[in-house]
C-alpha cells in the first residue's frame, strides 16, 4: 500500500512537470506544486522521501520566487526537508556516535579546504554560494548512507534508481525522433526558451540560447544532435544514466543467463549516450576495457565468471557505433548532409590535438596549471575558476571550467584538495571491489560488478570534463556512493 501511494505521488509528479515545461500550465503554479511534494516527503517515512527524491532528480523544477530569482530549484528544499528528518531523531536520542570511515573523513577534509578557499577567493560571494550548494547536494548522500546500513532498503533503492534512468533514455529517444520533424528554430524554441526555461530558470535558458550550449555537433553547416534529454548539456545526460546503469544490469541479470525484458534497456541506454556526441566518454569506454581486462585477472571464481558476463556487454558499446552512425549522418532539422563522414571525423577529433575544442582544452590546462604552481594552497577560491581564465565569475554559470575535474579542484581549492579527492575516489573503487568480492546476494553482486565498470568510466571521463558538479549528475553520484560506501547489517566488508 505504501509503495503504491509513492507510485501515485511519483506518477502525478511526472504528470505536472510534463505540463509545465510544454507550457500547459502556467510556471508561476510550480510554487505550489513544490509545497505539494514537500509535504508529502515530510508526512512519508524518511526512506519512502528519500526513494522518492532519488526517482525525481531528472524532474526537480526550478522554482520562479521572484523575476529576477527564478533559479532556486525544488531538490534544494526537499533534501534539506528530508535530512532534518533524518537527523532529528539521531540527535534527540544522542544517536549519531557512528565511527567515521576513512572515505568519511576525506569528505570533512575537502569541505573544510572548501571553506578555506574562501579566503583567498576575489568573489567571496561566488565561494560561500558554492560551498552552501555543494553542501546542499551531500544531504541526501548522508542520509542514503546511512538508510543502506540495511541490505532490503539497498536493494529497493537500486530497483528505483531503474524508473529515472529509463525515463531520461525515453525523453532522449523521442529527442531524436523530433529532429526529423522540425526544423532547428523550432526546436531551439521548444528546448531553449521553453522547457529548458521551466526547469532550470531564465538565467540558464538564455544562456543555452543565445551564448551557447552544447547540444549540436557543428561541421560547417550541417549540424547533428547532440542528445541532452532532460538535463542542461550532453555531458551530464550520459554521466547520469552511465551511473545508472549498474542497477538496469542487477535487474535485468538476476538470472543469468536468464535475462528479462529489462535487458533491452542496456544498448538503448549504450546508444543514447553514444548519440549524446561527448568524445570524453567515448574514450574513457576504452580505459573501462583495461580495467576490466586488470580486474578479471585478480577475481577468483565464481566472481571472475559473473564479472567476465557483464564486462562483455562493453563489446555492444562498440557494436552500437554501427548503430549511431546513420542517426548522425541522416538529415536532422529538416536539411540534407552531403558528408556522410561526420561521425567519423567526430571519432578521429578525439586525438586531433589542433581541433578547436581540445586546442581550446589544452590552453585552459596550461592556464589553469600555472594559477595551480601561483596558487598551491587554497587555489584561486571555490566558485571562482573563471579568474583562471581571466574572465568574470559569472561566467561559471555557463560553464567556464578546467575542462578536468581533477584540475578544476586543485585550481580552485589547492593542492591539498585535489589529494584528497584522489583519495577518496580511490577508496570507492577499492570498497566497490571489496564489495564485490564479499557479497553473497547475486542482485547485489551484480550491481557491484556492473558498478567497478561504470563508476570508473565516469572517473575516467573526468579527465576531459568537469560536469560532475552539475546538480543532478553530482546527486546520482552522491546516491551511487552512498550504495558503495555504506556498510549494511552482516556486512563482513
Known amino acids: 500500500m505504501k509503495n503504491?501511494?509513492?507510485?501515485?505521488?511519483?506518477?502525478?509528479?511526472?504528470?505536472?512537470?510534463?505540463?509545465?515545461?510544454?507550457?500547459?500550465?502556467?510556471r508561476d503554479l510550480v510554487v505550489y506544486f513544490v509545497i505539494f511534494l514537500a509535504a508529502y516527503v515530510l508526512a512519508a517515512k524518511t526512506e519512502d522521501s528519500t526513494i522518492f527524491f532519488v526517482r525525481s532528480i531528472p524532474f526537480f523544477l526550478a522554482i520562479p520566487l521572484t523575476t529576477n530569482f527564478d533559479n532556486f530549484n525544488t531538490w534544494r528544499i526537499l533534501s534539506a526537508i528530508i535530512f532534518i528528518k533524518?537527523?532529528?531523531?539521531?540527535?534527540n536520542l544522542r544517536a549519531t556516535s557512528y565511527k567515521l570511515q576513512t572515505a568519511s573523513w576525506l569528505l570533512i577534509g575537502l569541505l573544510l579546504l572548501a571553506v578555506l578557499s574562501i579566503i583567498p577567493a576575489p568573489d567571496k560571494v561566488a565561494a560561500v554560494k558554492r560551498v552552501i550548494y555543494f553542501v546542499n547536494l551531500s544531504l541526501i548522500g548522508m542520509v542514503i548512507y546511512d538508510l543502506t546500513r540495511s541490505k532490503e532498503f539497498t536493494k529497493r533503492l537500486i530497483r528505483n534508481i531503474f524508473i529515472p534512468v529509463i525515463l531520461v533514455t525515453i525523453v532522449g529517444l523521442l529527442q531524436v525522433a523530433s529532429t526529423y520533424f522540425m526544423d532547428i528554430y523550432q526546436f531551439m524554441r521548444l528546448w531553449g526558451e521553453g522547457i529548458q526555461c521551466v526547469q532550470f530558470g531564465n538565467q540558464w535558458c538564455n544562456i543555452a540560447t543565445w551564448e551557447g550550449n552544447t547540444w549540436f555537433?557543428?561541421?560547417?553547416?550541417?549540424?547533428?544532435?547532440?542528445?541532452?534529454?532532460?538535463?542542461?548539456?550532453?555531458h551530464t545526460f550520459p554521466m547520469f544514466i552511465l551511473m545508472g546503469l549498474p542497477a538496469i544490469f542487477a535487474i535485468s541479470l538476476q538470472r543469468i543467463p536468464q535475462l528479462k525484458h529489462s535487458a533491452w534497456w542496456i544498448p538503448?541506454?549504450?546508444?543514447?549516450?553514444?548519440?549524446?556526441?561527448?568524445?570524453?566518454?567515448?574514450?574513457?569506454s576504452i580505459g573501462?576495457?583495461?580495467?576490466?581486462?586488470?580486474?578479471?585477472?585478480?577475481?577468483?571464481?565464481?566472481?571472475?565468471?559473473?564479472?567476465?558476463?557483464?564486462?562483455?556487454?562493453?563489446?555492444?558499446?562498440?557494436?552500437?557505433?554501427?548503430?549511431?552512425?546513420?542517426?548522425?549522418?541522416?538529415?536532422?532539422?529538416?536539411?540534407?548532409?552531403?558528408?556522410?563522414?561526420?561521425?567519423?571525423?567526430?571519432?578521429?577529433?578525439?586525438?586531433?590535438?589542433?581541433e578547436t575544442s581540445n586546442a581550446q582544452r589544452i590552453a585552459?590546462?596550461?592556464?589553469?596549471?600555472?594559477?595551480?604552481?601561483?596558487?598551491?594552497?587554497?587555489?584561486?577560491?571555490?566558485?571562482?575558476?573563471?579568474?583562471?581564465?581571466?574572465?568574470?565569475?559569472?561566467?561559471?554559470?555557463?560553464?567556464?571550467?578546467?575542462?578536468?575535474?581533477?584540475?578544476?579542484?586543485?585550481?580552485?581549492?589547492?593542492?591539498?584538495?585535489?589529494?584528497?579527492?584522489?583519495?577518496?575516489?580511490?577508496?570507492?573503487?577499492?570498497?566497490?571491489?571489496?564489495?564485490?568480492?564479499?557479497?553473497?546476494?547475486?542482485?547485489?553482486?551484480?550491481?557491484?560488478?556492473?558498478?567497478?565498470?561504470?563508476?570508473?568510466?565516469?572517473?575516467?571521463?573526468l579527465l576531459t570534463d568537469a560536469a560532475l558538479f552539475d546538480e543532478r549528475a553530482f546527486l546520482m553520484f552522491a546516491t551511487v556512493t552512498s550504495i558503495i560506501l555504506g556498510k549494511r547489517q552482516n556486512d563482513n566488508g
Open 288 to 354: 573501462v576495457v583495461i580495467l576490466a581486462g586488470i580486474t578479471v585477472f585478480r577475481l577468483a571464481k565464481p566472481k571472475k565468471d559473473l564479472f567476465k558476463y557483464i564486462s562483455l556487454y562493453l563489446v555492444l558499446f562498440f557494436m552500437l557505433f554501427v548503430v549511431a552512425y546513420p542517426i548522425f549522418v541522416s538529415p536532422q532539422f529538416l536539411v540534407s548532409k552531403g558528408d556522410w563522414g561526420l561521425l567519423g571525423n567526430r571519432v578521429r577529433s578525439i586525438i586531433d590535438f589542433g
Open 364 to 461: 585552459i590546462w596550461k592556464a589553469s596549471w600555472e594559477s595551480i604552481k601561483q596558487h598551491p594552497l587554497l587555489g584561486v577560491g571555490i566558485g571562482n575558476f573563471p579568474v583562471v581564465l581571466n574572465q568574470d565569475v559569472e561566467l561559471a554559470k555557463a560553464g567556464s571550467s578546467a575542462h578536468n575535474l581533477y584540475i578544476h579542484i586543485a585550481a580552485e581549492m589547492g593542492l591539498a584538495a585535489i589529494i584528497l579527492a584522489v583519495w577518496f575516489f580511490w577508496l570507492l573503487f577499492k570498497k566497490n571491489y571489496t564489495n564485490f568480492v564479499k557479497e553473497g546476494d547475486h542482485f547485489l553482486s551484480v550491481y557491484y560488478a556492473a558498478s567497478l565498470l561504470f563508476i570508473p568510466w565516469i572517473l575516467i571521463y
Open 4 to 26: 503504491r501511494f509513492l507510485n501515485n505521488i511519483f506518477a502525478v509528479e511526472v504528470v505536472f512537470f510534463a505540463l509545465f515545461v510544454l507550457g500547459v500550465l502556467p
Open 86 to 91: 533524518w537527523g532529528w531523531p539521531k540527535i
Open 268 to 284: 538503448m541506454i549504450f546508444l543514447v549516450s553514444i548519440l549524446s556526441g561527448t568524445r570524453g566518454i567515448w574514450a574513457a
Open 217 to 234: 555537433a557543428y561541421y560547417g553547416e550541417q549540424l547533428s544532435l547532440r542528445v541532452f534529454s532532460l538535463f542542461t548539456d550532453s
